[in-house]
């Protein structure tokens, strides 16, 4: 072989080598490109699902802080509700009271059946109480009209229990007068009578303000559902 045959052959093989080291240089480089693209995708996988992850945190927290605003607005608009409807029982308690005074009110028409039911109250008390000497104590201006009535009231418990008439004592010390405008917060009294035994261990209430409450808390769930009830139905 002449050196014209090697040098032909050796650039042959240099061409092969070459063709194949471009070859290879060409797969490492489309394998590279494929494995940056995969873990880029990769890592755009993982962002997009860190910032959706993020969002939806986010979003929880919202929608939390929704419900718990709602939630306490609801409430606030239950407690006015509530005082709202507490103020016209209140009201409607008040206006109750203030009538009071057309029963025992001398300016008043129905003055002439407070005397009765002075008498009433005692022999309810008596009735209650079921002793034969009580202490009984009524406002200043009532004095007069409870002396008058004392011997019916006696009488009528007597016959009702068929005892002896009991002793009955007016305390000195009266209950408060009536409501007056000029110190609306001062104790008063709409009128009626307490009534205790002597040693003082039993004591009936039994004053027109006593009996309205009396009422009033036995009626309380029937006015409720009266007014709002149809309130609520409107």
């Given amino acids: 072989m002449n050196d014209a045959d090697v040098s032909k052959q050796i650039h042959q093989m240099v061409r092969f080598i070459r063709q194949e080291a471009d070859e290879k240089a060409n797969d490492i480089s489309v ?19 860190k910032i959706r992850q993020e969002y939806e945190r986010k979003q929880k ?12 607005q609801l409430n ?17 308690r008040e206006a109750a009271s203030k009538d009071l005074l057309n029963v025992s009110h001398e300016k008043f028409k129905h003055h002439h059946n407070y005397e009765g039911l002075l ?12 002793e034969p ?18 011997h019916a009231a006696k009488a009528e418990y007597a016959e009702r229990t068929h005892v002896h008439e009991p ?17 609306p917060h001062a104790l008063s009294c709409s009128g009626g009578v307490v009534l205790a ?6 004591v ?3 004053t027109l303000d006593a009996r309205l409450d009396v009422v009033f808390r036995g009626k309380l769930p029937e006015i409720r559902k009266l007014l709002f009830s149809q309130a609520a139905a409107a």
């Fill in 167 to 183: 002793q009955i004592i007016v305390d000195y010390i009266h209950l408060p007068p009536a409501p007056s405008h000029s110190d």
């Fill in 204 to 206: 009936f209430e039994n």
């Fill in 76 to 92: 606030a608009s239950r407690i006015k509700v509530l005082q709202a409807q507490d103020d016209l029982v209140s009201a409607m």
């Fill in 119 to 130: 008498k009433s109250l005692i022999v309810q008390g008596l009735l209650r109480l079921k």
């Fill in 31 to 49: 394998s590279a490109e494929e494995e940056f693209n995969i873990e880029k995708l990769q890592l755009v996988e993982a962002e997009k699902k």
């Fill in 133 to 150: 000497s009580v202490l009984l104590r009524c406002r200043k201006e009532d004095v007069h009209m409870v002396h008058s009535v004392l």
């Fill in 197 to 202: 035994s002597r040693d003082g261990k039993i």
């Fill in 61 to 72: 927290q919202v929608e939390v802080r929704k419900k718990i605003e709602y939630s306490m």
